[in-house]
């Protein structure tokens, strides 16, 4: 018996509406938190956000479920752009970063993709996979309240320093338990959806316990019910495109890492069928459109990915129609209010799940291929990789007057990909 939903099955309108909704909550902290950072309008970013998924499952002709979000590995390129040359130039950066993906995309489909497959062996891939999921680990933890030193006035406004630690916990613990309890044991529907049912239960516990601060309840309650988000046009500066394309080569590894995710937990290779070159250039039009409307740039996002790999719910409509209600939501300012204020250890009680759930899919991938590390070369770019990934490891690289910083993810994935060319086969004592 079936136990999961492909990717081109369709579910009743009633079903796919939690799970959407579901999806929409997996990726709605990280969507609105880049906005908040650079200067940009979070319900632009939602709608965003939803219309860019819209553009790459049209682009992936349905048949590769992925949402794309707010990338934070533009959060310092795009704070440094508008402060030199303000908002509306910054937003030529990240179109330019799209046409960026636009033109690797034109390249993958006319001399494949066998060049790629030599440049990210199963090592490389499951190293970087186990990375992108333990680099979030902090995040998870601090949102969580269990990392005593977040609770400082440098890392979160007075407003939430008023709510103690404990009162985290309790939250963060709730929602944990709740999505543990209903990922094991819930039956049917309930059963794929533990998710949602974590978010809301963790929700409603903040509030009855106090957990959310008196000004995020009066927001909510003053936030109109219909708001059009604000709309901010580009203008083409070339200093501001000079400084941030250089970011879109890493975040490409980064997306092709998320591929390389989700053949494992949907049992497909998606750089075949639709091909790697289109989801590629989903992400890269995404980007675009984004850059245009006033939007942060887009990327794939592994908390979705989490997503389906504990529902076991693939279907390319289910995430159309979370894409679906980012764009209503990001209309309704009541709405957009709820989800701006949902309690930080809600988040990370989900994200403790999530996250950790992206870095086994990694230890899955050397399993699965059969690494050998028995073998020299697998066994350094492993170690190298996750050391430097997880370790925080940064690079400055100087454009003009300015540094671009490569680090975490990106700079272990540019690293890995180096050693692989470099390194041969077999080491010398191996021969």
Known sequence: MKNYI????????????????????????????????????????????????????????????????SSFAFIFPMQLASSLYGVNSMLSGIIASGLVYVIVAIIIKYIGVNWLNKLLPSSVVGS???????????????????????FSKENMSHILLQIPRYKWIIVCLVTLGTGIVGTMYFKGFLGVIPILIAMVTGYVSALIIGAIPEASIKEILNAPWFAIPQFTLPKWNWN???????????????????????????????TKEPGLHRSILGDGLATCFAGIIGAPPN?????????????????????????????????????????KNIPLPVMGGVSI???????????????????????????ILCSVIIVLGIGGAQLDIPVGSVNIKVTGVALATLVGIILNLILPEMGASEE
């Open 240 to 270: 501001a495109v000079i400084l941030m394309v250089p970011v879109s080569f890493v975040t490409l590894a980064e997306h092709i890492g998320h591929v390389y995710v989700t053949n494992n937990i949907v049992g497909r290779d998606f």
């Open 6 to 69: 492909d990717v081109e099955e369709k579910l009743p309108i009633l079903k796919t509406l939690p799970l959407s909704f579901q999806h929409l909550f997996a990726m709605i902290g990280a969507t609105i938190l880049v906005p908040m950072l650079t200067g940009l309008s979070p319900s632009m970013a939602l709608f965003g956000s939803g219309v860019g998924t819209l553009i790459y499952i049209l682009c992936t002709k349905a048949k590769l479920p992925a949402y794309v979000g």
């Open 128 to 150: 970087v996979v186990i990375v992108i999921g333990l680099s979030l680990a902090g995040v998870a933890i601090n949102w969580a309240g269990l990392n005593p030193s977040y």
């Open 353 to 379: 799940m999530l996250f950790g759930i992206i870095a086994s899919s990694g230890f899955r991938v050397f399993v699965e291929d059969k690494v050998d590390f028995s073998k020299k070369k697998n066994l």
């Open 299 to 339: 990327t794939t996002y592994g908390e979705n990915v989490g997503v389906m790999a504990i529902t076991r719910i693939y279907s390319v409509w289910v995430i159309g129609g979370a894409g679906v209600l980012a764009v209503i939501l990001s209309m309704i300012g009541k709405v957009t209010a709820i989800l």
